[in-house]
């Protein structure tokens, strides 16, 4: 089975400049999640999504960062414009199902750093 | 608002040596308890979880977790340590009602010598 695929790997920018990471979940999994992992701490949650629709995403700074994932599929992230604060490593995680103690699957991360 | 605390920030032990890495979280309901691990240059993947029933977990590679509900700890031990351990360890909880969100520890990061 395909694990969750996360692109880039690296990115560097400059601050108030944009960027965009992509996200594939595995296959057949209807939720997937947008973490923030800044150095040092664990990652933070910034929404999730079961299928297109957003569940929860009361920690998405929305004046910079949107999602979205218009065919219940894959699911692009983007900061516009980003901040140095933005600097970290972007997780996205999918699971099987929306509720219970069901493994949330992770991806290899997007490393962002703001310059 | 759910919070989880883990006390080690960084544990370096020899090989064979016994490890319990310490977590506590804060939340007035029921939860889901987990153990996340990352090996280095690897991605994020599940230890062991707690959902109910018995509260000592047993995981993949010989790790075990002990749910003590009224310490509000879900602590991870290993009786024997190994090089191939070296990682950094997430304890993670989500609320049992609701969506499977999860909030995580700051994390430990485990040094194991050869």
């Known amino acids: 089975e395909a694990g969750v695929a996360q692109s880039p790997r690296y990115k560097i920018i400059e601050k108030r400049q944009s960027v965009a990471f992509w996200c594939n979940p595995i296959?057949?999994?209807?939720?997937l999640y947008w973490y923030q992992q800044i150095l040092g701490q664990g990652p933070k949650l910034l929404i999730q999504?079961?299928?297109?629709?957003?569940?929860?995403d009361s920690q998405l700074p929305k004046d910079r960062f949107s999602a979205e994932r218009l065919k219940g599929v894959d699911s692009t992230l983007k900061i516009q414009p980003a901040k140095l604060e933005d600097s970290a490593v972007y997780l996205c995680?999918?699971?099987?199902?929306?509720?219970?103690?069901?493994?949330?699957?992770f991806g290899p991360g997007t490393r962002l750093t703001v310059t | 608002a759910q919070s989880v605390s883990q006390h080690n920030h960084h544990v370096i032990l020899s090989e064979a040596a016994s490890l319990e890495l310490g977590c506590n979280y804060s939340?007035?309901?029921?939860?889901?308890l987990f153990w996340y691990v990352q090996y280095p240059g690897q991605h994020l993947q599940l230890l062991l979880k707690?959902?109910?029933?018995?509260?000592l977990v047993k995981g993949i590679k010989g790790f075990e977790a002990e749910f003590i509900k009224s310490k509000f700890s879900f602590n991870l031990r290993k009786p024997s340590v190994q090089w191939s351990d070296t990682a950094e360890y997430f304890c993670?909880?989500?609320?049992?009602?609701?969506?499977?969100?999860?909030?995580f520890g700051t994390g430990t990061r485990l040094t194991v010598i050869p």
């Open positions: 995680a999918s699971s099987s199902r929306l509720a219970g103690p069901y493994e949330q699957y």
């Open positions: 993670a909880v989500s609320p049992q009602t609701g969506a499977n969100n999860l909030f």
């Open positions: 999504f079961q299928n297109n629709g957003v569940v929860d």
């Open positions: 296959s057949g999994h209807a939720t």
């Open positions: 939340y007035g309901g029921t939860v889901n």
């Open positions: 707690y959902f109910s029933g018995d509260p």
